[in-house]
């Protein structure tokens, strides 16, 4: 016995010098949105446990974008782990460019997250990246304005409801703008909301055939039903608002409503960062009655480029960042209102999160969003925001330069779609599609 509990003690002993030889300092790029600073606070959890440091690389939205794929493409190394979502996650990982999260822990609990975050991250049933917090779109409003005005948002509003509480709540005296919406360009950014907002209209980016719709009706009916909503009811210089500049807007009292991202729920509603925070009310996306809302699907997702010397702390990491403890750690620290939603199932079957004012919706606005029938007419693409090619970054990000310019004043509808018809079917003539 005295033998086997030496050699026990040797054993352990040396596991913890092998852990100890084994400490990285890992290196991750993220977006600078709310739940990704508030993780960097929690690190210290994470070093503490595994003795990994962490440094970070926080950028803006399309800085991201731009930075972790050109590193990704050209093999630079810059990074242990990524921040990346669901379009960049299965082309990526069918390129081999990203490591198979298919050995994560029993503990982990894989099954636990949510089947559309899953599958939108995974290449033919393996996963590539793990959600950190998972998203659709909806409505959020101050319900104060909106009873002020006379009107009661419903649950299901379409787009016509939308303008006339825009107009009722629009108070320029007071620096109350009746709506706020992304102008900002950006494929993810911008891009994404009017995409969106085409999809309620009928509008598509493709017809079955890979031909561009810029020069279709319902194109041209919907961008024209945005910009005169934003330049009737928006703020000033909606042409570079993006989330984080909305998300300021509206804690500062200064939107009647503001259709965005569910995950905006937690922020609007925080007392310590909103002047709202006791009067926001939450309803589903909009639609224009042809059976399409105007939600998006989408996960802020870790993922691991292959080629990184640290595999092994990276997925130590993405364990811990996306783990059912995390979300408890945030919890007991912040509340339940403040902990990453929309990726794990657990999280909707806690009766404590089930008390969160906007836990329903959130969870109702994902289920309502079918990533692979997005639009009234029948298209060849996955994808509702998004349309799930490699060429999709580059063509719309020049399109929504093009329809940005247009909220700026600085070209007609009419022109900006004729040049994103263009601008699309030279790109897909080139790549091959058509």
Not at 94 to 109: Q, R
Request: with cysteine; charged share 20%.
């Amino acid at each position: 016995m005295h033998l086997r509990n030496a050699l026990r003690a040797a054993t352990a002993l040396s596991l913890t010098m092998v852990g100890a030889a084994q400490a990285e300092t890992i290196t991750i790029a993220t977006v600078n949105n709310g739940d990704m600073i508030r993780m960097q606070g929690y690190t210290d959890d994470f070093t503490a446990k595994t003795g990994h440091e962490v440094e970070w690389v926080t950028l803006e939205e399309n800085v991201l974008r731009q930075r972790v794929t050109t590193d990704i493409t050209t093999k630079g190394g810059a990074f242990d782990i990524m921040t990346i979502g669901m379009y960049e996650t299965p082309i990526w990982g069918a390129n081999g460019w990203l490591v198979p999260l298919d050995d994560l822990s029993a503990e982990y609990d894989v099954d636990d997250i949510l089947p559309a975050m899953r599958n939108g991250l995974s290449h033919d049933g393996t996963l590539y990246a793990a959600p950190f917090y998972g998203e659709s779109s909806m409505v959020m409003y101050r319900t104060d304005l909106m009873e002020k005005a006379g009107l009661e948002m419903p649950e299901a509003p379409t787009w016509d409801f939308i303008r006339e509480a825009a107009a009722a709540m629009d108070d320029p005296a007071n620096d109350i703008n009746g709506i706020c919406l992304r102008g900002k360009a950006g494929w993810g950014e911008g891009g994404a909301f009017i995409t969106v907002t085409g999809n309620s209209f009928g509008a598509r980016w493709f017809d079955e055939d890979w031909n561009a719709q810029f020069d279709q009706p319902e194109w041209k009916e919907a961008l024209t039903f945005f910009v005169n909503l934003m330049n009737d009811y928006g703020p000033e210089g909606y042409a570079t608002n993006g989330f984080n500049e909305n998300l300021s807007l509206f804690q500062q009292g200064k939107c009647g409503m503001w259709i965005d991202a569910t995950v905006a729920a937690s922020f609007v509603t925080n007392p310590n960062d909103s002047t709202v925070a006791d009067s926001v009310g939450f309803a589903l996306a909009p639609d224009n009655g042809l059976g399409k809302r105007s939600n998006w699907l989408w996960a802020w997702a870790l993922a691991i480029p292959a080629g990184t010397q640290k595999e092994a702390a990276a997925k130590e990491f993405i364990e811990w960042a996306t783990s059912k403890e995390y979300i408890e750690l945030v919890a007991a620290n912040e509340g339940w209102a403040n902990v990453p939603p929309g990726a794990r199932t657990s999280l909707y079957e806690t009766p404590e999160y089930q008390e969160v004012p906007f836990a329903k919706m959130t969870l109702d606005s994902i289920n309502a969003a079918d990533p692979t029938n997005p639009t009234v007419d029948p298209v060849p693409y996955v994808g509702i925001q998004f349309v799930a090619i490699p060429e999709f970054a580059g063509i719309a990000t020049e399109v929504s330069q093009e329809f940005s310019a247009v909220y700026a004043g600085q070209q007609t509808v009419d022109e900006a779609l004729e040049k994103a018809q263009a601008i699309t079917n030279d790109a897909m003539e080139a790549a091959g599609y058509r």
